[in-house]
């Protein structure tokens, strides 16, 4: 069975995936290895599952997950380099 990788910021509400990279995005520029390497810190490695909980109004910031038993904010922006394959519902 093939999964195709879908950004985090694309998944929807309740969604369960596995992380399986986390990518560089120019938004960034100069910072975005700091940013990858806070994510990284706050448990988003390739392996962990993760799922959506919720967003912010209309859609925008923050997209709200859950990751190890715990629940995270993170912007469009940073949840957009976060690569994953998603589980079947």
Not at 72 to 81: D, V, W, Y
């Amino acid at each position: 069975m093939s999964h195709t990788a879908t950004p985090l910021h694309l998944l929807p509400k309740g969604a369960r995936a596995t992380i399986v990279d986390i990518a560089s995005h120019s938004h960034f520029g100069e910072l975005d290895a700091q940013v990858t390497l806070r994510l990284k810190e706050l448990g988003f490695l390739p392996g962990a599952v993760l799922q959506v909980i919720g967003f912010g109004l209309f859609g925008a910031d923050p997209v709200a997950v859950r990751i190890n038993g715990t629940k995270f904010g993170l912007r469009r922006s940073e949840a957009a380099k976060i690569i994953t394959t998603v589980h079947p519902a």
